[in-house]
């Protein structure tokens, strides 16, 4: 993947200045650095550059109260998928909380279910903003292997230093 001469500003403030980015696709991605310095924005434009079968976790949850843990899943599930919710529920550490509403679980157990549905959609690269935030580190390191071993190419925002070990490639801003 790759963007070159990218410019985005904000108002007055540049965020980039026609600067060239290439990501592999392959493997995990890690975009790091401190907060403010622009891994979100570079997160959204790779994703706008290539958005056909990517998934998308953006930082805020954005899960329906309505809804429970299980129908987060199948809602963005192909119909002959939808038996699989419980894998999905299992691979970020949900199993058991199926009939769950948002408002009963954790801040990281939110976390998570967002993750789970963004690994849920029917897609070949993911793009993950903050998938950890309010999560463990010994759970995001397990979650992490899971993902990892889905063989789908990740590009991912972060703080935690300890997620640089994962990556295959880290791109500091």
Known sequence: MELRDLTVRFGDKVVFDHRDFTVPDEGLTLLAGPSGVGKTTLLRALFDAYPGGSAFLFQENRLLPWRTAEQHLTDVMRPPDRGEAA???????????????????????????????????????????????????????????????????????????????????????
């Open 87 to 173: 894998r999905w529920l299992e691979l970020v550490e949900l199993t058991g909380e199926e009939r769950s509403y948002p408002a009963q679980l954790s801040g990281g157990m939110a976390r998570r279910l967002a993750l789970g549905r963004c690994l849920a959609l029917p897609s070949v690269r993911l793009f993950l903003d903050e998938p950890f935030a309010g999560v463990d580190l010994p759970r995001q390191e397990r979650i992490l292997e899971r993902i990892l071993g889905l063989g789908k190419p990740v590009v991912m925002t972060g703080h935690s230093p300890e997620l640089e070990r994962w990556a295959d490639r880290v791109l500091t801003l």
